[in-house]
T-cell receptor, first 111, second 112 residues
Framework: DAGVIQSPRHEVTEMGQEVTLRCKPI?????LFWYRQTMMRGLELLIY????????DSGMPEDRFSAKMPNASFSTLKIQPSEPRDSAVYFC?????????FGEGSRLTVL | QKEVEQNSGPLSVPEGAIASLNCTYS??????FFWYRQYSGKSPELIMS????GDKEDGRFTAQLNKASQYVSLLIRDSQPSDSATYLC????????????FGSGTRLQVQP
């Protein structure tokens, strides 16, 4: 069975550029989560969706971040404009019942 | 006070020994508890879940939960060098599909 699929795996961009991260959850999982991991702050929740509806976006740092889930099999996390402090690994995870299954992550470097 | 607290380590144990990893949480309404293993440069991988007080065993792993003390632990028996990783404790405040709050992780080193 395919797991959570994220793209791109690595992204290097310059400050001010738009970044779009993509996620395909495991089929049949109705909840999708975006987390960010840094050495300083660990694994932080950014936003999560239940049945494609955003439930909690209190972890989204500021208006530069936005996330969408247009259907059950696809979600995007967009950063516009990007800043060096956004450099981190961004994980997408999905679940049917509670335990999260993570994708391999997107490592973002903003120069 | 952090919602989920773990000692960052590193916790160093010799091969074949028992590794004991601990986690405390602050919110008494928490109902579901998880342990994840994360190798360097990789994504977190679910090892164990526990929902009720007591012990739950799965192979070399035992999760222990004490809701009165707001304490969760993970025991790894017969530790192997391949167990060297960061172990993340995660807590779900309710049942169903809600976000997990993660601790900062404990780095385990198993010495051959």
């Amino acid at each position: 069975d395919a797991g959570v699929i994220q793209s791109p795996r690595h992204e290097v961009t310059e400050m001010g550029q738009e970044v779009t991260l993509r996620c395909k959850p495991i089929s049949g999982h109705n909840s999708l989560f975006w987390y960010r991991q840094t050495m300083m702050r660990g694994l932080e929740l950014l936003i999560y969706f239940n049945n494609n509806v955003p439930i909690d976006d209190s972890g989204m740092p500021e208006d530069r971040f936005s996330a969408k889930m247009p259907n059950a099999s696809f979600s995007t996390l967009k950063i516009q404009p990007s800043e060096p402090r956004d450099s981190a690994v961004y994980f997408c995870a999905s679940t049917p019942t509670g335990e999260l299954f993570f994708g391999e992550g997107s490592r973002l470097t903003v120069l | 006070q952090k919602e989920v607290e773990q000692n960052s380590g590193p916790l160093s144990v010799p091969e074949g020994a028992i590794a004991s990893l601990n986690c405390t949480y602050s919110d008494r309404v928490s109902q579901s508890f998880f342990w994840y293993r994360q190798y360097s440069g990789k994504s977190p991988e679910l090892i164990m879940s526990i929902y009720s007080n007591g012990d739950k065993e799965d192979g070399r792993f035992t999760a222990q939960l004490n809701k009165a003390s707001q304490y969760v632990s993970l025991l790894i028996r017969d530790s192997q060098p391949s167990d060297s990783a960061t172990y993340l404790c995660a807590v779900n405040k309710g049942t169903g599909r809600r976000a997990l709050t993660f601790g900062s992780g404990t780095r385990l080193q198993v010495q051959p």
